[in-house]
């Protein structure tokens, strides 16, 4: 048994070390679109059959680089042998048929599998991470690669959960939005994304508070918000995490006064930017505290044990677990977690979520979103030389996850989108 198990996990590693090799797909929002408007789940599966496990190891890759203390952290193995036991499902249907509507039929029961398997990885990962600081400590240069990792580790975990739910919707027995492509929207709605984030938000400041402040929303003139291709959810949990800090941060703020200041949210859509701005009167935060809002584990509320309901007024949501089939909502148990992964969903493709704050007064939130569909990439992290060289760097160098030029280092990630982005021809070119 013994010899079985070394030589699963022998093989395991060679498969995964040889598909880190390739460069992973990134592909366009205008991709997206125009392949579920086709909607042909025989060149899905090739894809995906092929892309998957790409993504998958290059991540995998990186969990080596990771400090040691990490990586013995019960939270942390968990987290890895879900990677491997994902690996070897999708490698499973390497050599399958995909014109045999039998194997069409596992794989999305296999896919269906993977997306339970990760749904608590954020927690999960998180938690090993508090585990290691409780048991170890945890200095700067430590703290510093963990956040680098985390933003790579997150973004590949969106990015990956984007092709699967992709490949659910369209293919499964999903019942889908009547407007919507899989989970993109052709014309999305911006002032309905924001009028969703905010009653959810809305209704857990009301439940921890007894209050929230009210909203006034603002459409700059001559923005015309149709014909904006985007995914809904993606703007919602990014929207519904800056309208729960604002709402707490007002609450707490004007706690002694009967009328709350309102929120109040600018749309406004240019030739290359549809721009949401949201502010508040919370009072700001200083500014040399402005970089910390974006660090994970940060938080100015006390950190929750995880209990599986509901999360406080701060933290993280996971997008995966917002809105149920039945239309319920569940909000899960906050981490410090929720700035940092709402940018990485603005990040992924081609935007940017910034935050500039007056302290004694107030906070703005910027969201930038790319106008045109086919410059909205996605941002793909990848492993080779220079990414392990910036685990062992006294400093990690700025590349896309850091909070300032985040796009420069191009040889750390990519997002040009190919132009026949469906199919195994897609493999020639090796990372360097």
């Known amino acids: 048994m013994m010899i079985k198990l070394r030589k699963f996990r022998c093989l395991l590693h060679h498969a995964r070390h040889l598909h880190s090799k390739y460069v992973p797909v990134p592909l366009s929002m205008q991709q997206y679109l125009e392949f579920g408007q086709k909607k042909c789940e025989k060149k899905s599966f090739q894809f995906l059959n092929d892309e998957i496990p790409i993504r998958l190891a290059h991540i995998m890759r990186e969990f080596e680089d990771l400090p040691k203390e990490l990586l013995t952290m019960k939270s942390v193995k968990l987290v890895r042998s879900w990677y491997d036991l994902s690996f070897k499902e999708v490698q499973s249907f390497a050599e399958k048929d995909p014109d045999d509507t039998k194997v069409l039929a596992e794989f999305s029961v296999a896919i269906q599998n993977i997306l339970n398997r990760h749904s608590y990885v954020v927690e999960t990962m998180a938690q090993g991470v508090i585990e290691m600081e409780d048991t170890y400590g945890m200095d700067d240069k430590i703290s510093e690669r963990i956040q680098y990792f985390l933003d790579r580790f997150y973004m590949n975990r969106i990015s990956i959960r984007m092709l699967l739910t992709q490949h659910a919707a369209l293919f499964g027995n999903i019942t889908n939005h009547p407007r919507r492509i899989g989970h993109i929207d052709p014309n999305c709605d911006v002032i309905e994304c924001v009028s969703n984030a905010f009653k959810a938000a809305r209704q857990i400041c009301e439940h921890y ?224």
Not at 381 to 387: A, E, L, M, R, W
């Open 209 to 432: 508070h007894m209050q929230a402040p009210e909203l006034d929303v603002i459409t700059a003139d001559g923005s015309k918000l149709s014909n904006f291709v985007y995914v809904p959810g993606h703007i919602e949990h990014i929207l519904f995490e800056v309208f729960k800090n604002a709402m707490r941060a007002v609450v707490e703020y004007h706690r002694d006064k009967l009328e709350l200041p309102k929120l109040q949210i600018i749309v406004a859509k240019g030739k290359q930017d549809l721009t949401i701005k949201l502010s508040d009167q919370g009072g700001g935060v200083p500014y040399q505290d402005q970089d910390k809002l974006f660090q994970y584990m940060y938080s100015t509320a006390p950190r929750p044990q995880y209990t599986g309901q509901e999360s406080p007024l701060a933290g993280y949501m996971d997008i995966d677990r917002v809105t149920h089939d039945n239309g319920s909502r569940s909000f899960r148990a906050g981490y410090g977690y929720g700035l940092p992964l709402s940018r990485l969903y603005a990040r992924y493709f081609q935007g940017d979520l910034v935050v500039s704050s007056m302290e004694g007064y107030g906070t703005d939130v910027y969201l930038y979103l790319k106008v045109n569909s086919s410059e909205a990439n996605e941002c793909l992290p990848i492993y080779n030389t220079t990414t392990s060289r910036m685990y062992e760097a006294e400093k990690v160098v700025s590349d896309w996850s850091s909070s300032t030029n985040w796009n420069q280092s191009i040889r750390t990630y990519s997002t040009t989108a190919r132009k026949q982005p469906i199919g195994a021809e897609n493999r020639i070119q090796e990372v360097q």
